[in-house]
């Protein structure tokens, strides 16, 4: 499978698309289907995905049911667009939500429909955050990722991207997450130390804004006591917590949301990329029903309200009417770290370690281009895989949740198989 | 059909969703189906729309063609999503903007997938024209709409919208839109006037952005003088001009492009909303390839290639294989001038004034609450519009480009009922 | 005297002050003493001051009563530095102030002392308006010079200056100066257009701060009644309007304000420069007593009172008791804008015009580099004279108030001889 | 005494002045005279001043041989005002700073004059390195205190001074300062790591700034060990150090500039409070040759050069042309440090802990309000204290550097039986 991309001819792109593509460069080939956990290509070639299109694909490409769905409402003339008018996919997506997701867990919120993509939820969020508080600060993490328009820009931490901004970006104070300095310091304790000292320099912010795993950042998980602990401080001091959900939610690190086992309740929840279950563009932002103080169309957009994702996206949730998924979720997490921790121990010229949790998981290779190396060897083998992390160090194991065993053994065979190629070649 | 809405309820939206929504409190029905330039509540209940999505249904609700490929694609599980991956429909559609709408108007630009909404493509247009030129500042206009995000807010008019933001939004500077101030003052020249003189304290811009029609600051229309003169400035000067095509593009206005008899030829083009052809979530940015100087991935996103949405843009591309749709525009847009014009003098209570261009147009109420109470009306005999200008004094007529015109005589009749039956309750 | 300069040994300040060393350049040689409008250097030249500190030595250099006070203050060890505590030198000022300059005008205002030079008034004016009002934007003009610290220099607009920031400078707005764009085009009609309209993408300020003629800028002079209308417009929409009278106050345009002719009651006033009297350094920040709602130390700094400066102040006010010096003023103003216009008529080449109210007055060369060359010239014929506005066309005409006439005849006669000279060698 | 300010006429600054003033509140008399460590007020009372001008009169007030030096200058009407043109005052200032104190220390420094203010200095030094780097962040400190207008503010870190500004300030980062979070965590190594990973969301900056012992902030010291690292990171990664030696240079600490004994060089170094000697508005910038790379007036101003400052400084100077002061300086120092260690003792209610460096000396009184009690007794008792910190808890004892032992233990003594008598009432 050596020629994989060989024959392929990407001038369409070169010559037309502009040079900020990206994925297209790691798997160079033209993808013609996709089904669960497997994407086919123009050559015939077979893939196992790793990579659930960064989350967005918790449950696999184009799932039988969802599609049903999704034919039967296109077939029938459905609204397909309609901005934010009442639609009955709508309604029906509001009541699951509230049924499966929202009531079982006590959690009393609001949903907000801010656009259909994560930045857009993360923007409404800093949006009323600030509204509600009358402050300007939001304080974020180190190696946060929240988007890329300029207010989840300016806290998101990767450098050159923040750099893409052309302008510098204001209103945001950065923080050390959890096991950032050393595994030591306390940065709750550090982050208290600045908020009650009035000659810090930090005045209060508006909210803070975290992942619980970070995912473009590498792959960091935090504690849940440390999550535990934030919480406390935001709630002794009133400020807003927001939870970016977006990668680590939807059951991808086995819980719906990624925070339950730490007990917290943020004050504002942003979710995208698998809410869809589809794929479909697709956001929702949970709010606290009295923080929801928005003006009608204070922040506003023409894709809030994308039905065909309304309907997938109802869909979906029907994987969470018990914990069948989670179960699955945790089980499968262990294999993979288990398998990674192996890895790292067999190949001690990976430099390797493991981190992660459920099927959110990373093989950190402190080698430099070691990571990018092994996942382009994989995708010649038939695994697509991505890397994370501010120096693409971590190679990160996200393969759809419902993903079978033999696959995910065969993709795991797959990395292994590249590693050692890469390693004697090395 | 003065009950429409009266059965409905409306419930879970005003139990679960947020105060933000907005449409919906117009629009107080649940829709169950539309097609072409018709909606249909679940109480049996027929609308015309002339609205049409804010301008993203340009071909009408659910076109036929569009959705045959749609469901085609979706039964033989075409890739749905895969982030900016290459896929047979990415490249079909790459290639057919290439044939159908670039080359015949000798435009040579590239095309990148910013996200899939206007707001990521105004994002990465302004991130763009700061990287190439080095420059923060960028001049917008009064009245404008780029879109909620952070950076599209910053060269925003609308007061409420921009306090929004919950911080003061920089690197911007306003200039007043063709007639702003009047009817005699020029304002390209007052624009020169500030850049030419190093002392005005307003410093030479990466770019100017603008609409050539603004829509949702109340169907202002710009000369093609005003637009040839401004892009002579940009190039005399090297600054980036950036045309916001999201809602006049398209064949809004009759040419696919809303600046093509002006003859000028952007730096950056955004285009969304039509684009997608059945109104789901889709933007492009078109940028000169001299300036597509972007690294990889440095501007990203989860949503970037929606593919459903590339399967029926592909589709909704033949429509410009020829001038047929331009021509009618045109015609109908007349018509609807025509009519309105007609009424402004019929009914001298409302104040009124028309102004627009192609199927954009605008009836200017000026009396306190008048356009709402009669789009209000209007929407209880059947006919759906949006009002639109900073005090919602405008009622924009937007029908779908193809609506026969039996239909738009409809349309345009309950108008008129609504206007009489709202001045006589005065 | 083509000598001046040639003998004189400046390497201390070539090898040890920094190159931001400005006027040392203009004037290259070493000042040694300095009385009324004279100058003398090491070498016994003698020199006519029509440039007065910029306008900091209205009354002459080193003036014999303020000298006497200073002298004798001491000499009796009075309170040189106390920060802001409560001395007779700074009693004393407060009263002359209050009895000879406020009350006579029927001026209610509360006395700042915000720092000893002019950018520590507008930074405390900024602050307070903005504390007052809640609100962050604040407008200035085109060409406004206002200070060098970075809110100061928000509002100037000297674009290498404002360049000299090395960050861009944020919350303000500038507009178009009286006859900026051209002399139809009303500017305040223009600003109360965009304040009008709420989806101008201008929000309300905090206040509008305006030089009444502009010095730095190039000796733009307001006319009364753009001023009245000013007051106007910010007293309806309740702006704050800040006076910066640094220059042009302290009867360098005929009344000790220079705003009294139009009639106008600014919220804030500043003043600096001329009102220590002696060019020691000084500032006060005068703050209608409705608007004082600081708290204490809210704005603080080390020199805040320089006792010196009360001393020579107080002295200075009593000019003030009758309106001899501003009948003056008006009268040598007015022999002075003659003379320059006599001089633009009988030079075609200079390309001149003539503007200035009082002794600050302006001849205009609109050919390139040529202001610069004459007050070159002067400079080696004995007189000293700056130039001021964004290319260095204009030549600033501005004598201590208090010159005699067979002075200010001399300075004249060289100025028009300097004149022949470069045009005789063009 | 306990009659002080009683019979006070303080009526003039509470009608007139503005409620910004702040130390005639905390010494609430009329100074009348001064000289050396006391002030007399009008009622006769005289004060042992251990204040000092917040720093600005080391050398005590109206130093006699300043005071003659002073007096013939301006008997002679040497120039007074100048702006920044050449003269001898100027001239023998700028040598006798190279021979005293510069060339001794192998320092290569220009001298810029950035106005007479420490917030002008402070001011230039962040353009500056703003535009040699190229860069717009600086880092500053917990705590730090660095001027009130806006370049400055956005340095410091005071909350209700920050607020002051009525706008959010931008282009900073606060770290913390040396023991800031407790007296473990390294905080060099904290910035480090903040640096080097480029996903840490804070970018490289333009400059770090500091004061080796805050003064405002309460009297905090840095270590050598912290100084000399902090010097090596900036070195490593090329970003500027700046010193900030308004209050803790010319001796305060023992040395001319208090980072000597750290063996450090900083790229910019801010002078201002006793560089005047006689307590007049006076400033300095200090940078190192290859950084000054001003463009002639990039940054001005109208008190750049005041020539009485010049005088006084120039014979300040005197004091360094060997080590006396500095010895004298640690050696009271010391004493008044076992002094205050032994109340802290003696007085376990004040909760005291004692901290400083030379004549820079602070008593921590860790009880609210206490600080505050015992300087107002000490007041009536004839002696002047501020307070500093945060919370104003800290006694700052500061007198001129050349007090006398006798007049030391007075001062002293007054202090303790201000604190005894504020116990006793509490």
């Known amino acids: 499978m050596a020629s994989i991309g060989e024959k ?9 698309e502009s040079e900020v593509r990206s994925y297209c460069r790691s798997f160079p080939t033209i993808f013609t289907k996709a089904q669960g956990y497997k994407l086919w290509d123009g050559e015939g070639n077979e893939f ?41 996919a709508k309604e029906e997506f509001i009541e699951k939500l509230q049924s499966t997701i929202l009531s079982p867990r006590n959690m009393e919120y609001k949903v907000m429909f801010p656009g259909p993509t994560g930045t857009n939820s993360v923007e409404s969020a800093l949006k009323l955050a600030r509204k509600v508080t009358g402050r300007e600060t939001v304080m974020s993490f180190t190696n946060a990722f929240h988007g890329m328009t300029l207010g989840s820009l300016s806290i998101t931490g990767n450098q050159s991207k923040r750099h893409g901004a052309g302008v510098s970006l204001h209103n945001t104070v950065v ?24 000659g810090s ?21 935090s504690s849940f006591d440390w999550l535990k602990r934030l919480e406390a401080l935001c709630k002794k001091l009133e400020i807003f917590l927001i939870v970016d959900d977006i990668q680590a939610g939807v059951g991808r690190t086995g819980p719906f949301f990624s925070f339950e086992p730490a007990g917290i309740k943020p004050d504002i929840i942003c979710l995208s990329k698998s809410i869809g279950g589809y794929g479909l563009p697709f956001a929702l932002t949970l709010i606290k029903p009295e923080h929801d103080i928005w003006d009608p169309g204070e922040h506003n957009g023409t894709f809030r309200g994308n039905n065909l994702a309304f309907v997938t996206a109802t869909e979906a949730l029907s994987f969470w009417e018990d914990d069948t998924l989670t179960n699955e979720v945790n089980k499968k997490g262990e294999k993979v770290q288990e398998f990674l921790k192996s890895l790292a121990e067999k190949y001690p010229k990976l430099n390797g370690s493991v981190r992660g949790r459920g099927l959110m998981q990373g093989l950190v290779c402190d080698v430099d281009g070691l990571a990018d190396a092994i996942c382009c060897s994989a995708f010649e083998k038939g695994l697509i895989l991505e890397t994370a992390g501010i120096d693409d160090q971590v190679i990160k194991v996200m393969p759809p949740l419902n993903i079978d065993d033999k696959a995910l053994d065969e993709g795991l065979a797959i990395l292994e198989e590249s590693i050692k190629e890469v390693l004697k070649n090395k």
Do not use: C
Not at 8 to 16: C, E, G, I, Y
Not at 70 to 80: C, N, P, Q, R, W
Not at 182 to 187: I, K, L, P, R, V
């Open 175 to 198: 923080m050390p997450y959890d096991n950032f300095i050393d595994n030591q310091t306390d940065s709750v304790q550090y982050i208290e130390r600045f908020l009650e000292d009035k």
């Open 48 to 88: 196992i995905d790793f990579f659930a299109g960064a989350g967005a694909l918790n449950y696999g490409h184009n799932h039988p049911k969802m599609k049903e769905k999704l034919m039967a409402y296109i077939e029938s003339d459905g609204v397909t667009h309609g901005l934010d008018m009442a639609t009955t």
């Open 201 to 221: 320099g930090v005045s209060k912010p508006a909210a803070i804004i975290l992942e619980t795993v970070q995912g473009e950042g590498g792959i960091n998980v």
């Open 8 to 16: 392929t001819n990407l001038d369409v792109f070169k010559q037309h």
